[in-house]
C-alpha cells in the first residue's frame, strides 16, 4: 500500500466530500435520537499542510486554500469551517482535519463513531487523536471486514462513509460490494461512497452495478473541475449516497455550483451534477 493521504489532504476533492459530508452529519442533529458514524477508511483525523508531502504537491492551496478566504458565503459549511479553525487558532490556516475530526465535531453528546484505518502508523495517529475520548472507537484493521461486524447498529440510525484510497485496480467493485453487503444488513442506514473521476469507464461500470442491485434511493453528486480526457490526474470526484436525507438533492443543486466557482481553475470549466441514479 502506497496510498498516503497528506500528499491530497485539503485538495478540491477533499473539500467537495467534506462539504458533503459536513451537510449528512448535520441532517441527523434532525431528531434527538441518538446516530452512530462509521467510516471504512479513516486516514489519519489531521495533516499539516506545511509538511514536505502535502508541499510537495501543494494541492491543498487549490482546494481548502482557495474556499477558507470565502467561507462566509458558504454558512451551511459553518460547522466544517469551524473543524478547520479548531485546529488552526493561530490564525493561518496550517492544520486540515480529516474526516474523523469533522465527524468528532458534529458529534452531539448522545452519538458516537466507529474508524477503521489498515495503515499502522496512520492508525497509530488516529488513536493519539481521540486519545481520551470515550465516544470514538478505533480499529486498526480493514475497513471492509471491519464494517460488516459492526452492521445493524444499534442505534438504527446513522451514516456510513466508505472512502477508500482507489489505488489497486479493482476498488470501484470493492467498495461497491461493500455497499452492496452493508446495505443488506441495515437497508435505513445512509451511505455515502466517495468515488474519485479520473476516466468514466469505471464509474459507469459501477452505476450500472448500482442500478441492477436492487437498492433504492440512490443520489449521484459530482464536482468536476477538469474535462474528462486525461485519464492520468483527477479531473473531478463524486459521491454516491444512498436513503440521503430530506433535501440533500435541492441543497447540493445550490451548494455545488457556487463551490465550483471558488474551486475552479481558470483556464477549465468545470462542472457539477446532482441526479438520482435510483429513485424512492
Ligand atoms: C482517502 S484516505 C482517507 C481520508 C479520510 N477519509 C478523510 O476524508 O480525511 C484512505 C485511507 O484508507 C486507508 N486504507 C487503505 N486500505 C484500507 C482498508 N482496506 N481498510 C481500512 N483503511 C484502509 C489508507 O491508509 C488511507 O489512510
Redesign the pocket.
Known sequence: ?N???IF??GNFA?VF??AV?TLLLKSLHAKDKPFVYL???????R?DLESEAARKTGEARAGIGRLWPRRENFPELADYFSAVQALNRGGSLRLY??????ARTLLRAQDRMAL????PE?CARLRDEFARESQVQIFC??????LKAQLPPRERRGLV?I?????AGGEFAQAFEALKLAHARWATGIFAL?YPVKERAPVARMYRALEASGIRKVLCAELMLYPEDTAFRLNGSGMIVVNPPWKLDENLRDLLPRLLRVLQDGEHVGRTGVSWLVPE
Do not use: N
Open positions: 500500500m496510498y498516503r493521504h491530497h489532504a477533499d466530500k467534506h459530508l467510516e471504512t477508511h479513516a486516514g489519519s483525523g495533516y482535519p480529516g474526516s474523523p475530526q469533522l477503521f484505518e489498515l495503515v496512520e484493521q480493514d475497513g471492509y471486514a471491519g462513509l472512502d477508500p484510497p482507489y489505488e466517495w
